[in-house]
Nanobody, 125 residues
Framework: QGRLVESGGGSVQAGGFLRLSCVAS???????MGWFRQTPLSKEREAIV????????TYAKFAQGRFTISKDNAENTLFLEMKNLEPEDTGMYYC???????????????????WGQGTQVTVSS
């Protein structure tokens, strides 16, 4: 339980698109999950979106309209599609999961007990 593996990061130009993936172990995938990022300007991991086990997302304000989370239940995979990327989006992106005791979304990194290793996103101007 608790294994998360991200992929899909890379380098793109401003205005570009990336799709991140996070493969989770079965029990972990049935938890509240989220995408976070740590940029050069942020000291802590910043929440992008949190999604409940039944697939209801809650987005951070900055992510609304440009970021889309989705789940493939058959493959235990969480996705994050990012469009119209900006240089300010550059950073390390993480997939995370809460303990299964909790069923509501959260934007606090301290409420997530399981983390992937991160995948780097670099957006050039």
């Amino acid at each position: 339980q608790g294994r998360l593996v991200e992929s899909g990061g890379g380098s793109v130009q401003a205005g570009g698109f990336l799709r991140l993936s996070c493969v989770a172990s079965g029990d972990t995938f049935r938890s509240v999950m989220g995408w976070f990022r740590q940029t050069p300007l942020s000291k802590e991991r910043e929440a992008i979106v949190s999604i409940t086990p039944d697939g209801k997302p809650t987005y951070a304000k900055f992510a609304q309209g440009r970021f889309t989370i989705s789940k493939d239940n058959a493959e235990n995979t969480l996705f994050l599609e990012m469009k119209n990327l900006e240089p300010e989006d550059t950073g390390m992106y993480y997939c995370a999961a809460r303990n299964r005791l909790y069923s509501f979304p959260s934007f606090s990194e301290f409420e997530y007990g399981y983390w992937g290793q991160g995948t780097q996103v670099t957006v050039s101007s």
